[in-house]
């Protein structure tokens, strides 16, 4: 069983940045694949960016390619999301998510066994 607990959200003004974290308990956290996900009221739960279990590959949702970064720290058991230039249609609540797979991460949500609760993040002036 894995756990994952997310940080870093907020209210943020239009063009301005944040970074999520989401930290695992489980080790070797290595091995998992890891993604953000989000999902808007009213709206599906959709894919946001993926990165590999060694953190050799990233892949990105088009809405959010150039502005958002996936990255992992092993050593930490902690992937993050760095978000700049955010828009309004960037508000949402994050989920972090993880698979125990070596392969190229997928985008859809039942390639994911673990998630975390979410966190709010909200783009307004």
């Known amino acids: 069983q894995v756990q994952l607990v997310e940080s870093g959200g907020g209210l943020v003004q239009p063009g301005g940045s944040l970074r999520l974290s989401c930290a695992a308990s489980?080790?070797?956290?290595?091995?998992?694949?890891m993604a953000w996900f989000r999902q808007a009221p009213g709206k599906e739960r959709e894919f946001v960016a993926a990165?590999?279990?060694?953190?050799?590959?990233?892949y990105y949702a088009d809405s959010v390619k150039g502005r958002f970064t996936i990255s992992r720290d092993s050593a930490k058991n902690t992937v993050y999301l760095q978000m700049n230039s955010l828009k309004p249609e960037d508000t949402a609540v994050y989920y972090c998510a993880a698979n125990n797979f070596a392969g190229v991460p997928g985008r859809a949500t039942d390639n994911y066994d673990y998630w975390g609760q979410g966190t709010q993040v909200t783009v307004s002036s």
């Open positions: 489980r080790r070797p956290f290595s091995r998992y694949a």
């Open positions: 990165i590999n279990w060694s953190g050799s590959s990233t």
